[in-house]
């Protein structure tokens, strides 16, 4: 079982950058494929990007993509989300996400909420205009 702690999130400019990080307790964090998810007010959490176990396979959102980085550090039980030209409808709370990944190292999660096994509680983001 793996616990996910977000932080990193805050209030921003339109046009800005913020890093958020999710860390996990455990020792087997490289065994995990992570994502990224948001839900801004009045709509349904979405997907925002994914990582395989390794690191070396992403999966972005259209709207993420040439934006958003999905990195992670194995060592340091850390995926990061990297933001950067960041809108006002960018707002939303974080969630990141886990799924054991045991075949393959490169496979990462889709874009499901019930394809992740693990959430932490979120971190606001608000860009304003």
């Known amino acids: 079982q793996v616990q996910l702690v977000e932080s990193g999130g805050g209030l921003v400019q339109a046009g800005g950058s913020l890093r958020l990080s999710c860390a996990a307790s455990g020792r087997t964090f490289s065994s995990y494929a992570m994502g990224w998810f948001r839900q801004a007010p009045g709509k349904e959490r979405e997907f925002v990007a994914a990582s395989s176990r390794s690191g070396g396979s992403t999966y972005y959102a259209d709207y993420a993509k040439g934006r958003f980085t999905i990195s992670r550090d194995n060592a340091k039980n850390t995926v990061y989300l990297q933001m950067n030209s960041l809108k006002p409808e960018d707002t939303a709370v974080y969630y990141c996400?886990?799924?054991?990944?045991?075949?393959?190292?490169?496979?990462?999660?889709?874009?499901?909420?019930?394809?992740?096994?693990?959430w932490g509680q979120g971190t606001q983001v608000t860009v304003s205009s």
């Open positions: 996400a886990a799924v054991i990944s045991i075949l393959h190292a490169e496979w990462a999660p889709g874009p499901t909420e019930p394809e992740y096994d693990y």
